[in-house]
């Protein structure tokens, strides 16, 4: 079917059988239909959608985009090489896959590189064969990149500094070091391996000193690393020369010192203060056991000690001298209240308290035992010298002195009490046995003894002269009230009593016997002189 136009095929319509597709035409052009979309058709459009064949991407050959590309789907490229060049890069994905091309074993490196113009290029890549990220600056491998997993010992890495500080700066652990600084700890220090000693040098103007331990022992070691003092494991404290305090020297257990021992206040252990030359304190001297010193014990306040107080030369103490055993000086035991002993008290010179001397056994001195106010012994008070209180002297058993005994107001022993030159007492000389004087016995009241009163001078009492055996004076026998004797009265010169004179046996005077009232003798009545009565 054929429609003309001025004489002239314009619409030509051709059929095989029913299809018309590609066989219609207008003025020898084909009519398109939609049969003849998609590929193949040698169609040659002059647009597409309006858009000129330049504006789009040719997939055939190399091809430039000069607009904005957004690919809402994925993008492949096969090739080898993308090259971008554009200032900045933006990629949505939060990884991105090098190598990803990769199966099987790993043999490749990977990462990024920097171009550098006409320097040589950094990179950062991932080193396969050690396993690791490392950087690679202009050619030179700086290795491997670290990371908090790297710290910690073992991680074979040799910093310039840590925290800006160089190595020098630091105190090594393995080897000796020197700080030049000051150090401070404000935990705990350890010192040691647990096998064998440690100790801390210290390095000063003038000698050198060392701090030591071993085996539990702890101190300070002279020039010659001996100890010069230290704490033992019994925690003793031992020191080489003195201990000195300016308030109190304590020790829970025991104090030595091979010199002195010397505080300001008090010196104090729970056993023993023991110290080879003195130990001296402002106030007192106390020790659970004993207090010994190689020359003086000395204290403005007391002295005590447990078991014994005991000194080379002197103990002195302004107030007390006590001791639950004995006391003992080599010189001198010097109180200004009391020296107390549970047992002896003795001293090569002299025993002098203010007020009292008391030991539940015997008081021995070399020279003197002198008292304010008691002397009392359990057993003996001896002494080469004098015996002196400014009360009583009461001992248990004797009383002995090389000079005088002498008493305020009674002299008592449940023995003998014995003077080289005299026994005194402003009231009572009572003995259980002897009162023996080299000169005189004299008392104000009475004089008694439970056997024999003798003297190389006179026997004087206030009120009664009484022995249970023997009254013998070398001279006289003078009493305020009797003279009384088991057995013999006997006197060099006089027999003298303002009331009676009573003897079991004989009354014998080198002169005269007197009395007020009456001379009673079981035997004689004997004077060379006189006997009135």
Known sequence: LTFQYNGSDRLDITSVSNAFTGLTTIDSNRILTTADEGAGNGLDADTVDGLQASQFLRSDTDDTMTGSLTITGDLTVSGTTTTINTETVLVSDNIITLNSDVTGTPTENSGFEVERGTETNSSMLWDETNGYFKLLSAGTDLGRIITTADEGAGNGFDADTVDGL??????????????????????????????????????????????????????????????????????????????????????????????????GNDVSALNDVSANVDVNAGRNVNATSNVTAGNNVTASGAVSAGTTVSAGTDVNATQDVTAGRNVDATTNVTAGNDVTAGRNVDATSNVTAGNNVTATNSITAGTTVNAGTNVTAGNNVTASGAVSAGTTVNAGTDVNAG???????????????????????????????????????????????????????????????????????????????????????????????????????????????????????????????????
């Open 166 to 263: 160089q190595a020098a700066q630091f105190l090594r652990a393995d080897a000796d070091d020197t700080a030049t600084g000051n150090i401070t700890i404000e935990g705990g220090l350890t010192l040691g391996d647990g096998d064998g000693d440690a100790y801390i040098d210290f390095n000063v103007v003038g000698p050198n000193r060392r701090l030591y331990s071993l085996n539990g022992d702890i101190g300070f070691l002279n020039s010659s690393l001996n100890y010069a003092a230290y704490s033992d494991s019994d925690d003793n404290f031992i020191v080489g020369n003195n201990v000195n305090a300016g308030n109190d020297v304590t020790a829970t257990n025991s104090m030595a010192a091979l010199n002195n021992v010397t505080a």
């Open 403 to 533: 000079n005088n005994v002498n008493a305020t107001q009674n002299l008592t022993a449940g023995n003998d009490v014995s003077a080289g030159n005299d026994v005194t007492a402003t009231v009572d000389v009572n003995a259980g046995q002897d009162v023996n004087a080299t000169r005189n016995v004299d008392a104000g009241v009475n004089v008694t003894a439970g056997q024999d009163v003798n003297a190389t001078r006179n026997v004087d009492a206030g009120n009664d002269v009484t022995a249970v055996v023997d009254v013998n004076a070398g001279q006289d026998v003078n009493a305020g009230l009797d003279v009384n004797a088991s057995r013999d009265v006997s006197a060099g010169n006089d027999v003298t009593a303002t009331v009676d004179v009573n003897a079991g046996q004989d009354v014998n005077a080198g002169l005269d016997v007197n009395a007020s009232r009456n001379v009673d003798a079981g035997n004689d009545v004997t004077a060379v002189v006189d006997v009135n009565a």
